[in-house]
């Protein structure tokens, strides 16, 4: 399975939103050019998040986007989803159907081991990613970035927050 560019830039742009004061907003193009990413291309990630309603935008000079929800309601699932969709990630073609030994008219009444395993992983995925909020990315970063490397980041994003 491979996932879009765009899951892994909604998830970071998710993180830097996380830290934002209330009523703040941050830029696609401050949110670009923090992660050296084009503007155009994020942009769609960042619309992706805003239909699924998971970020707030605002038009004008300070206008940009904020989390719709605290970091702790948010899931790693949620984000992915609004970017990839919900639909599983394996589809069955059903091609046992093509083998010449089959009896003319046999007909299968359940879904294939393989489908039922392919589901069952990719169900797995999606709980892990359903339990991982925001809110641990955050810690998570806190803790592995250094101090003053963190402390000069947040202080770029809120030069540059309306």
Request: charged share 25%; hydrophobic share 40%.
């Amino acid at each position: 399975m491979i996932l879009k560019s765009q899951v892994e830039w909604a998830l970071h742009c998710c993180a830097i939103l996380a830290g934002l004061p209330e009523g703040r907003y941050l830029s696609t193009k401050a949110l670009a050019e923090f992660h050296g990413l084009p503007k155009e291309y994020l942009s769609k990630a960042l619309q992706s998040l805003s239909q699924a309603g998971l970020v707030h935008t605002t038009l004008g000079p300070s206008g940009g986007y904020r989390l719709a929800r605290t970091p702790a309601e948010l899931t790693f699932l949620d984000i992915v989803e609004a970017v990839e969709g919900k639909a599983r990630t394996f589809v069955c073609n059903n091609i046992r159907e093509n083998n010449p030994c089959r009896p003319q008219g046999y007909c299968e009444s359940n879904p294939c081991p393989v489908a039922r395993i392919m589901w069952e992983a990719d169900e797995a995925w999606r709980a892990k990613l359903r339990a991982v909020r925001l809110s641990d990315l955050t810690e998570a970063l806190a803790l592995d970035i250094p101090a003053e490397l963190w402390k000069n980041s947040f202080e770029w994003v809120l030069e540059r927050a309306g």
